[in-house]
C-alpha cells in the first residue's frame, strides 16, 4: 500500500520560499503521476501542478494560474520523492498542501488514489 507524508511546511513572510517534499512508502513512486493541491480555510481544494512519471518523461502541467512562475515540482525517482518549490509567496497561499498519487495527472483530487495527511503553509508579516 503506497502511503505518502508530507514535510517542509511552516510560516513564512511575503516574497519568502519554502520547499515542501511528498515522500513515498510501502511501494515505489515510480510509475505514479504525483499532483499537489491546496486547501485555504472556507475555500474548496484546488489543484496546483503535476508530474507525470519517467514513462511518460516526468511531464508536468501547471493547473493553478495563480501559482504560475512561482511554483515548481520536481521529482527524485532514487529517494522515492516529489518537491514543490514554492517562491515569492503571498498571503493569499496559505493552506494545507497536499501530495497525491494516481496513474495520471489531473486537476481533480477525485482522481487520485492515494494522499498524504497535508503540511501547513502560512504567509504572514
Known amino acids: 500500500q503506497l502511503q505518502l507524508v508530507e514535510s517542509g511546511g511552516g510560516s513564512v513572510q511575503p516574497g519568502g520560499s519554502l520547499r515542501l517534499s511528498c515522500t513515498a512508502s510501502g511501494s515505489p513512486l515510480d510509475l505514479h503521476a504525483i499532483g499537489w493541491f491546496r486547501q485555504a480555510p472556507g475555500k474548496e481544494r484546488e489543484g496546483l501542478i503535476c508530474v507525470l512519471s519517467s514513462d511518460h518523461n516526468s511531464r508536468v502541467t501547471d493547473y493553478a494560474d495563480s501559482v504560475k512562475g512561482r511554483f515548481t515540482i520536481s521529482r527524485d525517482y532514487a529517494k522515492n520523492s516529489v518537491y514543490l518549490q514554492l517562491n515569492s509567496l503571498k498571503p493569499e497561499d496559505t493552506a494545507v498542501y497536499y501530495c497525491?498519487?494516481?496513474?495520471?495527472?489531473?486537476?481533480?483530487?477525485?482522481?487520485?488514489?492515494?494522499w498524504g495527511q497535508g503540511t501547513q503553509v502560512t504567509v504572514s508579516s
Open positions: 497525491a498519487a494516481a496513474w495520471g495527472c489531473s486537476a481533480y483530487g477525485r482522481e487520485f488514489d492515494y
